[in-house]
């Protein structure tokens, strides 16, 4: 049964945190990935985007993680009043597919890895898979994923203005 808090109640304050947070890496990394991907670019460019990307979404993977348990341990307060029960089920089903999408692209983007990663130049990581077919898997499962993600967050974005035009405050819960 999914938890929720009482309807007039607001996020609680490290879940505003961790969702501004998440919201400004995949932006950041769905923009500037889909950008490298779609156009050519300075090398020098490219390599620094890559480079940016690949620590921040590393740095971001446990902060992802305690999202998920801050959600799982406290829900989420309920839908706007006057939703209807397709848009709270909608709702519910676009959050979830938010939650299992970031979780795919982030795994795949470290298991399609096949160097080292060095994370803001402050330690490195090994490739956990050899097998360059393995991490090729990985790779193409990433791109999907992600381009996926970006349709869900456009979606998630428009959603947010329709319903504020619509005179529903959703947006005022998570500031």
Known sequence: MKKTVNSTEQFTPPMKYLHWISAIVILWASITGLYIAFFEINPTIKSFILNFN????????????????????????????D???????????????????????????????DNNISVFHLFTLSPLIQDLSITHFFEVLHLYTCRILAVLVTFHIIALIKHELMGRRILKKMI
């Open 83 to 113: 939703f209807s029960p397709l848009e709270k089920k909608l709702a519910h089903i676009g959050h979830t597919l938010l939650y299992i999408v970031i979780s795919i692209v982030l795994i795949s983007g470290v298991l399609m890895m």
């Open 54 to 81: 690949v620590s921040i979404t590393v740095v971001f993977i446990p902060i992802f993680c305690y999202r998920i348990y801050v959600r799982l341990k406290h829900g989420v307060p309920d839908a706007h009043s």
